[in-house]
């Protein structure tokens, strides 16, 4: 039987309401008192907040860091500064990676890489603290010759990116295991061959060797002598980099008009005498020679763009530092390798001997064999990470030097890969490289960038 309340009688609404809360609120108790209590044993803890829920602020800030150290330190040649910028992002990325969980630890990929610490199961970790503390930790120990001033200003911004939003437990926790991370990638450094390489760039025991098209010093004095001879020996950080066979040379020796070898040694000359304006301003605008953040610097300085442009997370960041680090560490490596064991000679040795004794290139010939390019072998090895990870027709927008005033505006491309081969193409605009030491340069480093993106960081 269906109750109504006539039209003539008002509802009284203040008595339901209360009927409907005792009502719910005997539920509740009937329900309360059969249920058993609860496990604390069986209660979650709460999870650490994913490092994708950070923002890349601390990874970009400490990789700027980085790059002044580079260009205003001692003993930073290209090799050195790209085996610092390899080392600091493995650091970060693994301090960081118990956060990604669709990532995975790079120990057991990289070439004797093993174990690393790992966080304590159940407790809340920053990553955000994690990072900043491993960064400050690995980059004064790869900068051990960084000067009282520089170290101060490391301390300075550790400080400065740990703002206080964590308790104190865990912000210990998190330094502590950033810390850690730290120390076991510098213990794993120290073991590669190049170990503090910016103590002893140029050795006087090195001698080279003497014979038809090889290498001579291009430059007077000992800042002309050869540059890290046995870099390529150092251990690569990726096993099938170390792996990749030897490229060939395209020619032999000749001093022969229309031979192959006097053909690439007219082009760069006949090239240096007719530059437009445009090419002049590429040459300069990739020299990133001495006291600058050098070759690998500024593909670390792309990387950072890149990441801010996206308002990339320090999970993105973390990944993209350490892919560019490796590759550009790895070609550093396998291109210095392939110099030494050709040794062959600079297009100002060549030039001057076949075409004309006075001819002098734009830049200042490096202390080291031209084949092959180490720019070419490095940008095309960090455009082939960018694009594997970012997409391959990502355009972008390179500020890098634009402080630096007229002929060094920002320069923007339509892909990864145009950069590198316009990065490439600059130096035989410049006078030190021959066009084939850059075409087999961009496809060594293409290799190089495969490799380390073959690695899995992703489960």
């Known amino acids: 039987m269906k109750t109504t309340v006539p039209p003539s009688a008002p509802a009284n609404h203040s008595f339901l309401r209360r009927a409907s809360a005792v009502s719910i609120l005997a539920v509740t108790l009937l329900f309360s008192a059969c249920s058993p209590d609860p496990d604390p044993l069986m209660d979650p803890k709460p999870a650490s907040p994913l490092t994708e829920s950070y923002s890349s602020d601390v990874a970009t800030k400490w990789a700027d860091v980085e790059l002044r150290l580079i260009k205003n330190g001692t003993g930073f040649s290209p090799p050195v500064a790209a085996r610092a910028l390899g080392y600091s992002g493995v650091t970060l990325y693994e301090a960081v990676v118990p956060g990604m969980p669709e990532y995975q630890s790079l120990a057991g990929q990289l070439t004797s890489l093993g174990a690393l610490p790992q966080p304590e199961a159940g407790q809340l970790y920053n990553w955000n603290v994690s990072a900043n503390a491993a960064e400050a930790f ?45 120390q076991a990638v510098f213990d794993w450094s120290k073991t590669d061959g190049g170990h503090q390489g910016y103590l002893n760039n140029q050795s006087s025991s090195y001698v080279p060797p003497v014979g038809v098209g090889l290498w001579v010093q291009t430059s007077p004095g000992a800042a002309g002598m050869a540059l890290q001879p046995n870099w390529g020996n150092n251990r690569r950080f990726v096993p099938a980099n170390a792996a990749l066979p030897m490229p060939g040379l395209a020619y032999t020796y000749s001093k022969q008009p229309g031979s192959a070898y006097y053909a690439q040694a007219l082009e760069v000359y006949n090239t240096s005498r007719s530059l437009t304006a445009g ?19 500024h593909m670390v300085s792309i990387t950072s763009i890149v990441l801010r442009d996206r308002k990339a997370t320090l999970a993105t960041a973390s990944e993209a530092y350490a892919r560019v680090g490796v590759a550009v560490a ?47 072998t490095q940008s095309a090895a960090t455009a082939q990470v960018l694009s594997d990870m970012f997409g391959a027709q ?32 600059s130096r035989l605009y410049g006078g030190i490289h021959f066009r084939n030491g850059n075409e087999v340069g961009l496809s060594e480093g293409v290799k190089v960038g495969r490799n380390v993106s073959a690695l899995r960081f992703h489960r």
């Open 394 to 425: 990502t355009p972008f927008t390179d500020y890098t030097h634009q402080t630096r005033g007229p002929g060094f505006e920002p320069r923007s491309f339509a892909n990864f890969a145009a950069f590198a081969d316009e990065a490439a193409m």
């Open 138 to 182: 690995i980059i004064k120990n790869l900068f051990g010759n960084a000067t009282a001033a520089q170290r101060a200003t490391i301390d300075s911004l550790e400080t400065a990116l740990n703002q206080p939003y964590y308790t104190a437990a865990e912000f210990d926790r998190s330094v502590k295991f950033g810390q850690q991370v730290a």
């Open 279 to 297: 090419q002049r301003v590429i040459s300069a605008y990739w020299a990133d020679a001495g006291k600058t953040i050098t070759p690998p610097g």
């Open 330 to 376: 790895d070609a550093f490596m396998g291109c210095w390798k392939c110099k030494y064991v050709y040794n062959w000679e600079r297009p100002v040795t060549a030039i001057r001997a076949m075409i004309d004794p006075t001819w002098n290139p734009d830049w200042e010939t490096p202390p080291f064999p031209e084949f092959v390019s180490g720019h070419a």
